[in-house]
Structures are given as C-alpha cells and as structure tokens.
C-alpha cells in the first residue's frame, strides 16, 4: 500500500496586529502582581504568538506602547528591533527617539510569545520586572 505525500511548499501565515496588555507580575512589594502597572502594545504578532520585526520596521502606525505606572504619567513610546544583543538583535521600547538613556530592554522576546498566561521581562531604569500577558486581541480596525 503507498501514500502519496503532499509536497507543496509549507506558507508562513503572516502576521496580524494584535493590542497586547501586560500587567506586573508578583514579585517584590507586589505579592499578587498588579493591574495598576503594565504595558498596552500594538503589535504585529506571527502565529507563534512573537513579535514580527520586519513589520515593525515597515509600517509607522504600529508597534506602539504605553507604559501605565499607579502614580506617574503614562509613557508613550515604539518598540523597536536593533541589532546588538543576544543572538545579534534586541527587542526595545524607545521613548525619545534623540537619546537611548530612555529606552527599556524587552528580554527574549524572539523566545518567550505573548500568548495569555505567558510571562516576559522589560528592564526599566529600576531593573527587570517580569510581566503576565493577560490580553492579546484583534486590533481595532484603523489602528
């Protein structure tokens, strides 16, 4: 008995934009994590639930961020692909594009996907703090 296999090349789904909410996860002086601290981000995301950097790169009106922080003002900034970093490209979080004494390092985010339940890592000027994706859905169209 044969079995024919299919062999017609395998197409990457691409990626759609998603609104991503991030919300501190326990740790110190947060025992039970926070929804007063976190991130809301407009992201191209691949299937595999990471970000897309070419995406990124090609259009302007994505990849937005706003860092919420319980008492300080929001922040608002892009996140970025840069070359440097492990494995030669780092994911950042730029808020003034004239100086990177601003920016806030995203860790692995090639390696750990924003999917519900997840958890990823930002370094602010504090340190690293480690983050529970709660939501990640459809972007409102027109965003």
Same mark, same amino acid.
Request: glycine share 12%; hydrophobic share 30%.
């Given at each position: 008995?044969?079995?024919?296999?299919? &062999?017609?090349?395998?197409?990457?789904?691409?990626?759609?934009?998603?609104?991503?909410?991030?919300?501190?996860?326990?740790?110190?002086?947060?025992?039970?994590?926070?929804?007063?601290?976190?991130?809301?981000?407009?992201?191209?995301?691949?299937?595999?639930?990471?970000?897309?950097?070419?995406?990124?790169?090609?259009?302007?009106?994505?990849?937005?961020i706003r860092r919420f922080?319980?008492?300080?003002?929001?922040?608002?900034?892009?996140?970025? &692909?840069?070359?440097?970093?492990?494995?030669?490209?780092?994911?950042?979080?730029?808020?003034?594009?004239?100086?990177?004494?601003?920016?806030?390092?995203?860790?692995?985010?090639?390696? &750990?996907?924003?999917?519900?339940g997840e958890y990823v890592?930002?370094?602010?000027?504090?340190?690293?703090h480690t983050f529970r994706?709660?939501?990640?859905?459809?972007?409102?169209?027109?965003?």
């Amino acid at each position: 008995m044969s079995h024919t296999a299919s &062999h017609a090349p395998a197409t990457e789904e691409p990626a759609s934009l998603k609104r991503i909410t991030l919300h501190l996860a326990r740790g110190p002086g947060f025992p039970e994590g926070s929804g007063q601290h976190g991130y809301e981000m407009l992201v191209p995301l691949r299937p595999d639930g990471h970000p897309d950097a070419s995406g990124c790169r090609s259009s302007p009106t994505c990849c937005h961020i706003r860092r919420f922080w319980a008492g300080e003002p929001d922040r608002l900034g892009r996140l970025e &692909h840069r070359a440097g970093g492990a494995d030669g490209a780092s994911w950042v979080i730029d808020y003034d594009e004239t100086t990177a004494t601003d920016d806030e390092a995203g860790y692995r985010f090639d390696i &750990h996907a924003f999917v519900p339940g997840e958890y990823v890592t930002i370094r602010d000027r504090h340190g690293p703090h480690t983050f529970r994706v709660v939501a990640v859905e459809d972007a409102p169209a027109g965003a």
